[in-house]
Structures are given as structure tokens and as C-alpha cells.
T-cell receptor, first 112, second 109 residues
Framework: NAGVTQTPKFQVLKTGQSMTLQCAQD?????MSWYRQDPGMGLRLIHY???????DQGEVPNGYNVSRSTTEDFPLRLLSAAPSQTSVYFC???????????FGDGTRLSIL | GQNIDQPTEMTATEGAIVQINCTYQ??????LFWYQQHAGEAPTFLSY????GLEEKGRFSSFLSRSKGYSYLLLKELQMKDSASYLC??????????FGKGTTLSVSS
């Protein structure tokens, strides 16, 4: 099992560009989530999903879209990148929302 | 509002015991998690408390008092590899986790 796989690991974008961060898990987990981690801010929840076809907003959803068409995949879309979205993005999954989450290795995103 | 407080930094020496505190104020409570995160890496799960009391896992223990909105992570027999950030996270009323800002622990020889 690969666990939670995030691609790409690093990305540099220009302001205004759009991009999709990929997240896939092979553990048949129902719950998946996206966080961003900024220095001094801790992990903040962007969006989450409790199952295919169901998504909900977290603490900082503005500027991001998600979809969950399959159990395995939970992509995060930046519609029009802004320098304030420079961050490390982590995807996580768990069997249900009530169990410990497994994190991917992260995507380090810089927006110029 | 939702608030989780942890000390920003702590230092300790190899072989010692260290206690990392976490206090929380959330709209509800459905469990508290501790994660470890080494620099440049992903967080990994350490422990989970939903009832009051102590949970022990080898060198690591975690305590919860729901009436006080308080938890601590106890690390015994510290090793250099324990140098990392320790994240406290609370699940309030739903399934979403609220994370504290983390405590960076530095272990010296």
C-alpha cells in the first residue's frame, strides 16, 4: 500500500495561474481532508469529504475548490493563485472522520 | 470561538522527561489527538484521548481532563530523534480537526 500520495511535491506558480494539487489514497478511506501549514499558524483545514460525492468547507476555504468523484481521489484546485496561498499543503485520510488521519508527504507551493 | 493553546518551544536533555501542555476552548468535544511532525515531513499520529485519564503507549503518554479543557503529552527517556514539533488537535462537534500551532521540542545531549 502506498498510503496517501500527493503530487506534485514542489510547485512554483505565477499570480493568477490555476492549478490542481492531486491527492490519492489506496486504503479505501471514506474521510479525506486538505490542510495548509504556514509558519506560526499550525495546520488549518481547507476542505474535507466524508465520502464520494460529499464535500464541505473547513476553516479557510476561500480561493480553493474540491471534488470527490471517487473514494480514492480528492483533488484541490486553486482557481486564481495569489501570493497569500504560498504554503505547504497536506492531504490526509482516515477510515471515518472519527479515527486518526494518515497524512501525505505534502506539496510545497510558492506563488510569485 | 475555537482556540487551542500550546507552548511554542521547549527544550530538554536526552534521557529526561518532558510534558507538553495543551488547553482548548471549542464549541464541542469529540476527542483530542496528538501528532508528531519532524521538520520537512508529514505529521504522524501519536495518541488519542476521548475520555478523561491517561493513555500510555511505550515512552509516550497522553492525559485528558475534559472539565478543565486540558491535555498533556508526556515523553519519557527522551532521545535525540524526539526533536520535532508536537501538534495538539481537537475534534469539536463534527469530524473536522482543529489544530493548535504546535510545540517545537529540541532535545540536546
Amino acid at each position: 500500500n502506498a498510503g496517501v500520495t500527493q503530487t506534485p511535491k514542489f510547485q512554483v506558480l505565477k499570480t493568477g495561474q490555476s492549478m490542481t494539487l492531486q491527492c490519492a489514497q489506496d486504503m479505501n478511506h471514506e474521510y479525506m481532508s486538505w490542510y495548509r501549514q504556514d509558519p506560526g499558524m499550525g495546520l488549518r483545514l481547507i476542505h474535507y469529504s466524508v465520502g464520494a460525492g460529499i464535500t464541505d468547507q473547513g476553516e479557510v476555504p476561500n480561493g480553493y475548490n474540491v471534488s470527490r468523484s471517487t473514494t480514492e481521489d480528492f483533488p484541490l484546485r486553486l482557481l486564481s493563485a495569489a501570493p497569500s496561498q504560498t504554503s505547504v499543503y497536506f492531504c490526509a485520510s482516515s477510515p471515518t472522520g472519527k479515527q486518526p488521519q494518515h497524512f501525505g508527504d505534502g506539496t510545497r507551493l510558492s506563488i510569485l | 470561538g475555537q482556540n487551542i493553546d500550546q507552548p511554542t518551544e521547549m527544550t530538554a536533555t536526552e534521557g529526561a522527561i518532558v510534558q507538553i501542555n495543551c488547553t482548548y476552548q471549542t464549541s464541542g468535544f469529540n476527542g483530542l489527538f496528538w501528532y508528531q511532525q519532524h521538520a520537512g515531513e508529514a505529521p504522524t499520529f501519536l495518541s488519542y484521548n476521548v475520555l478523561d485519564g491517561l493513555e500510555e503507549k511505550g515512552r509516550f503518554s497522553s492525559f485528558l481532563s475534559r472539565s478543565k479543557g486540558y491535555s498533556y503529552l508526556l515523553l519519557k527517556e527522551l532521545q535525540m530523534k524526539d526533536s520535532a514539533s508536537y501538534l495538539c488537535a481537537v475534534r469539536d462537534t463534527g469530524v473536522a480537526l482543529i489544530f493548535g500551532k504546535g510545540t517545537t521540542l529540541s532535545v540536546s545531549s
